[in-house]
């Protein structure tokens, strides 16, 4: 079956624009989080949904927000870009019930300049 | 305060030895714990888990060994090869609820096996 898709797989933007992400997750899951990955940081958490709501928040700003579709799609929009914001953003699938793995796709290179 | 911690950033082996990846946690409501491999541009893949109800699971070339009372687990690649070279994340989750939780990660191990 289909892994994990997410959309673009490349990114440059100007500080101060928006940016949408998106990510579709392996069919059945419910559950997809987000998360972002620097050289310095490592992988952090950014946020969870499930059935369309957020149910995990991890500790990044408010620019950073996301939402999840009835489909289970789902999308991360970051506002007011700024240069730190530049990184590997990883979007994850699971069933979303105790004990179960998480699969990752691709992930979004976004260049902030 | 780093939760979940690699403290190895590297590792060198030579194809055909064992790999030893170590990870530690000081979070004690952390009860399932996970391996991933990283290639670089590419999302992390899941290797292998554990429950803290267990404290060994084999998959092929691929152990994970939990220590609860050290708060410590470990991976072994047995034997290796050069294919294994990557990064690894060592990952841990509460699973109360249901809920994914977060998967909180270590900063990595990178392995590099050698022909």
């Known amino acids: 079956k289909a892994g994990v898709t997410q959309t673009p797989r490349y990114l440059i933007k100007t500080r101060g624009q928006q940016v949408t992400l998106s990510c579709s997750p392996i069919?059945?899951?419910?559950?997809v989080s987000w998360y972002q990955q620097t050289p310095g940081q490592g992988l952090q958490f950014l946020f969870e949904?499930?059935?369309?709501?957020?149910?995990n928040k991890g500790n990044f700003p408010g620019r950073f927000s996301g939402r999840q579709f009835s489909n289970s799609r789902s999308e991360m929009n970051v506002s007011t870009l700024e240069l730190g914001d530049s990184a590997l953003y990883l979007c994850?699938?699971?069933?979303?019930?105790?004990?179960?793995?998480?699969?990752f796709g691709q992930g979004t290179r976004l260049t902030v300049v | 305060d780093q939760q979940v911690k690699q403290n190895s950033p590297s590792l060198s082996v030579q194809e055909g030895r064992i790999s030893i990846l170590n990870c530690d946690y000081t979070n004690s409501m952390f009860d399932y714990f996970l391996w991933y491999k990283k290639y670089p541009a590419e999302g992390p893949t899941f290797l292998i888990s554990i429950s803290s109800i267990k404290d060994k699971n084999e998959d092929g070339r691929f152990t994970v060994f939990l220590n609860k009372s050290a708060k410590h687990l470990s991976l072994h690649i047995v034997p290796s090869q050069p294919g294994d070279s990557a990064v690894y994340f060592c990952?841990?989750?509460?699973?109360?609820?249901?809920?994914?939780?977060?998967?909180?990660f270590g900063k990595g191990t990178k392995l590099s096996v050698k022909p």
């Open positions: 949904y499930f059935s369309e709501t957020q149910r």
């Open positions: 069919s059945g899951h419910r559950s």
């Open positions: 994850a699938s699971s069933l979303g019930s105790a004990n179960t793995e998480a699969f």
């Open positions: 990952a841990a989750m509460r699973g109360f609820g249901g809920s994914q939780g977060n998967l909180i």
